[in-house]
């Protein structure tokens, strides 16, 4: 299936599995749905099965977002608890589009789960309570980690709200990386389960061999080794003073505390001059990616920020970069630090999501079915790969997965039938209604309403504009015949959109005396989850709900 057809299949509001092999652009096309969905004002939740995928879109763990956690089994007096939880049900209420990324790490027991508390909270007799879900991934990845007891169908395929879910699969077929490279060759062998002796050949030609290219390689681990002194230990060996960067975070404490955990980025940075690292995070303006190696040569003048080189002769300061969490559109938490790493040695489980230039691979105690694979495709081309060591087990794959391979590509194609069958006018209708009464689009509704002389302006511009004209809060609410917690609610879209200018925001601010909004600024910050009861508790009612959400869109954001 090409890009363009799994978008349109999107679009149409089905249960999508989106699957294809390394370099098939699937996060790519994750995004571009993301950014259909915030275009037409559609509440979507981005999550992923493990932190580190979930960085990659600046989501949340589908754990924490959905509430199921650690568990593996959920009883009536958890769901129960569960249902108590104003978060968590609101995380529900709120969503129309729930994307789980990483899918392949997900225990086919958590996906049952996330049905079964969104029919309790939504719609009991829909699939996953009527919400549409994008499940992407690869199979072919590392499996979630379970008992040995629950070894036994323990993929997300195998669970019964997969198979009530009708999830129609789109399997993409581009390969985006050089077409020519026998590392293709490598991996596809691995995928079909024909990976042998002739396989090993190429394999071999890279046994103990430097890498081509002036990239230094990372040296990827199968096991849990302690990276972290082996990075501290070549880092002690290089002569010259240290700096180091601490990273800043603002928000709700428990959000920010998340936010650490399922990133890359280290608290505490430490650096020198010859340090081999690589960036952690993708360029917007395309200068480097996640997996992009090189060498400290420098720090800057003015803020000391460090001064790299890339293996393709680039030279770099690397600015600080952001790590987010929104709520609706609206910015929770934020931590910010310098987007490198030591990059002497890095396990298998980290580098997923990396492209690197150059790897060291020691794969001779590979010890589960994918981890080869994983390894493998972390690398751009076979002249990049150093290879120590391989035991039988690092070219296998699930032999359940081969054949649930097979059935997803069937699957695939009978889904690019169907929508081939039909015509550009009945896609478009059918994208249309999907947005209009499915996920009740505020922009395509208002769309519909305008005639080719009457242009609607969106309810929040309209505050913006009123509030640019110096007009309170409170008088705008009157005017429009609006609560004021409405007009808090467009101040709350305004400020994600960075619509509001220093002076709105001085007008916004001042709607409470200084005193009083600093006291329950104070409140806010001190507070682990943004909830407004306690605080509204501890002021015994002097302060409104209103007047609390209003300040509580200050915190976390430097103003």
Not at 132 to 158: H, M, T
Not at 291 to 313: A, C, L, M, Q
Not at 381 to 394: D, I, V, Y
């Amino acid at each position: 299936m090409l890009q363009d057809e799994a978008l349109n299949i999107m679009k149409m509001g089905k249960n999508i599995f989106l699957t294809g092999e390394a370099g098939s652009g699937k996060t790519y096309l994750l995004n571009k749905y993301i950014s259909y969905l915030k275009e037409h004002q559609v509440k979507i939740a981005v999550t992923a099965s493990t932190g580190i995928a979930a960085t990659h879109l600046q989501g949340v763990t589908i754990h924490s977002w959905s509430g199921i956690g650690i568990r593996d089994q959920l009883n009536k007096n958890d769901l129960d608890k569960l249902l108590t939880k104003k978060h968590i049900t609101r995380n529900y209420k709120n969503t129309k589009v729930l994307i789980i990324d990483e899918i392949s790490m997900l225990h086919k027991c958590q996906l049952d789960m996330v049905d079964m508390i969104a029919r309790s909270i939504l719609d009991a007799e829909k699939p996953f309570g009527g919400m549409q879900i994008i499940l992407c991934g690869d199979f072919f990845q590392l499996p979630p980690v379970s008992s040995a007891s629950s070894e036994k169908e323990k993929f997300a395929f195998d669970a019964l709200s997969w198979k009530e879910g009708d999830f129609h699969v789109c399997y993409l077929h581009e390969q985006h990386r050089q077409g020519d490279d026998l590392l293709l060759t490598v991996l596809k062998d691995i995928r079909s389960g024909t990976a042998g002796e002739h396989t090993k050949v190429h394999l071999r030609t890279r046994y103990k061999k430097e890498p081509q290219g002036s990239a230094k390689a990372t040296k990827l681990y199968s096991r849990n080794m302690n990276v972290d002194s082996i990075n501290e230990r070549e880092l002690t060996a290089i002569h010259g003073k240290e700096k180091t960067f601490q990273m800043s975070a603002h928000g709700f404490s428990t959000l920010v505390e998340g936010l650490k955990k399922t990133c890359l980025a280290q608290e505490k940075l430490t650096l020198k001059i010859g340090a081999e690292v690589m960036f952690i995070k993708n360029d917007p303006s395309g200068r480097y990616v996640n997996g992009t190696r090189s060498v400290v040569v420098g720090f800057e003048k003015n803020n000391g920020w460090p001064i790299v080189k890339t293996y393709h002769d680039e030279t770099i300061i690397a600015y600080p970069e952001d790590w987010k969490y929104e709520e609706n559109g609206v910015l929770r938490a934020t931590i910010s630090q310098v987007p490198l790493r030591l990059a002497w040695a890095i396990t298998i489980h980290k580098s997923q999501g990396m492209t690197l230039d150059a790897v060291e691979l020691d794969l001779g105690d590979a010890f589960e079915p994918g981890m080869g694979y994983v390894a493998l495709s972390r690398v751009r081309s076979l002249n990049g790969l150093k290879l120590m060591n391989l035991n039988e087990m690092a070219l296998k794959v699930h032999p359940q997965i081969l054949q649930q391979d097979k059935s997803f590509k069937e699957s695939s194609a009978e889904t690019v039938k169907y929508l081939q069958s039909l015509s550009e006018n009945e896609l478009t209708q059918c994208h249309n209604k999907i947005l209009m009464e499915r996920f009740k689009s505020g922009k395509t509704k208002v769309a519909a309403k305008r005639t080719a002389k009457i242009h609607a302006i969106s309810s929040h511009i309209t505050t913006l504009e009123m509030l640019k004209k110096n007009i309170s809060i409170e008088e705008i609410a009157n005017v429009r015949s609006l609560t004021v917690g409405t007009i808090i609610a467009h101040l709350e879209r305004l400020h994600s959109l960075k619509e509001l200018d220093h002076a709105c925001l001085s007008l916004v601010k001042n709607t409470l005396p200084k005193d009083d909004f600093d006291l329950i600024f104070s409140e806010l910050s001190l507070s682990t989850d943004g909830k407004l009861k306690p605080i509204y508790e501890k002021f015994d009612g002097k302060y409104s709900y209103a007047n609390i959400q209003l300040v509580k869109l200050f915190v976390g954001v430097e103003i």
